[in-house]
């Protein structure tokens, strides 16, 4: 199966040796412990991923005593394990309403000592200090930026209209309709009936050569289109690989829909998704089933092995079932 030019390197940082969960999640509840402490939702979060991810669910938080930076700094040494707290601290900021610049300050008090930093420290800082309006710029030039590494392969260069549709792609596409039963090409063009969702080409969008790749990984993955499905899809996605497009694919979906500052395409923008308890054992559930995966599907090119059967590229990739297929966030 075929590969685009982003890293197929896996990090497999998200797991953690058990004796390693609790300094992380001391540091996480530090980095978090701003304005009379952790919000309700912050701390939802850590115990599902501390439950669900790292298989700690007796770890009281409550009676966890919390790390400053120096002493998680100290704690928490190997660069992998650091990428992981700040990717999982990322999350938490995100879940924190309003977000204030005393967690800004505090995370990044974290992220200096740790030495680590990513993309969302503008986009968050403009936020809080500038207003949406400057923040949801800084979010559209973050996807010019990061959406052509998830276009896929076989797309990547061809032109593409804003306005205009595609005749090419959705000859290509609606073929796939003939394709076997069962087929991951079959799979694909049902999941856009299934769901109401034009074929990729139907109507003109910068990002429909993103879609083919997103929603190819959709199918696989067997995650559905709701807002927490949307957000676990992408924390499914960074734990098969944290590499730079998957980390940036949670950070986007986080940005749309819980921080509720920027759009994507035609989703409009939302905030709170994870502060249900359902929607937070979601992602942390999907970060553990990515986890589990022996390769990153999400890059490779989909179009080639359309024929497939579904079950069966599934099985290449180490796609284990949901734990609840029913639950209305999947389709297995």
């Known amino acids: 199966m075929g590969t685009n030019s982003v890293s197929t390197v896996r990090r497999m940082s ?15 509840l530090g980095a978090i412990d701003v304005s009379g402490g952790p919000t309700d939702e912050q701390l939802g979060v850590l115990g599902a991923i501390t439950a669900h991810l790292w298989d700690q669910p007796d770890l009281d938080l409550n009676s966890t005593n919390s790390l400053d930076p120096a002493s998680a700094a100290a704690a928490i040494v190997d660069p992998t394990e650091r990428r992981t707290f700040h990717e999982i601290l990322v999350a938490l900021e995100a879940c924190r309403h309003p977000l204030a610049v005393e967690q ?13 930093t990513g993309a969302e420290v503008t986009m968050f800082r403009d936020l809080v200090q500038v207003g949406t309006e400057r923040a949801a710029a800084d979010f559209a030039r973050f996807l010019d930026a990061t959406m052509p590494l998830r276009f896929e ?24 309709q003939h394709l ?3 087929s991951l090409g079959r799979e694909f063009f049902e999941f856009h009936a299934r769901n109401g969702l034009p074929v990729p080409g139907v109507e003109g969008s ?14 696989i993955a067997g995650i559905g289109t ?23 694919a949670l950070l986007s979906s986080l940005i749309v829909h819980e921080v509720g500052f920027g759009s994507a395409g035609k989703v409009a923008s939302e905030t709170h998704t994870l502060a249900s308890s359902s929607a937070a054992t979601l992602l942390a ?22 024929e497939v ?24």
């Open 206 to 219: 910068t990002l429909n050569h993103f879609y083919v790749s997103h929603d190819m990984t959709h199918v």
């Open 153 to 176: 392969p076989t797309l990547r260069d061809l032109p593409v209209s804003a306005t205009e549709p595609e005749p090419e792609l959705i000859e290509l596409l609606f073929a796939l």
């Open 104 to 116: 800004l300050e505090r995370a990044e008090q974290y992220g200096k000592a740790l030495s680590v």
């Open 180 to 182: 076997p039963e069962g």
């Open 226 to 248: 709701t807002a927490a499905a949307e957000v676990a899809l992408s924390a499914f996605q960074m734990a098969m690989n944290d590499n730079d497009a998957n980390v940036a």
């Open 14 to 28: 998200l797991r953690l040796a058990p004796e390693r969960v609790k300094p992380m999640v001391a540091a996480l």
């Open 309 to 332: 059967p579904l079950a069966e590229v599934r099985a290449q990739f180490g796609v284990h079932a949901p734990t609840d297929p029913d639950d209305g966030h999947h389709h297995w």
């Open 285 to 306: 559930s999907e970060l553990a089933r990515g986890s589990r995966c022996t390769a990153d599907f999400s890059i490779i090119d989909h179009l080639s092995i359309a």
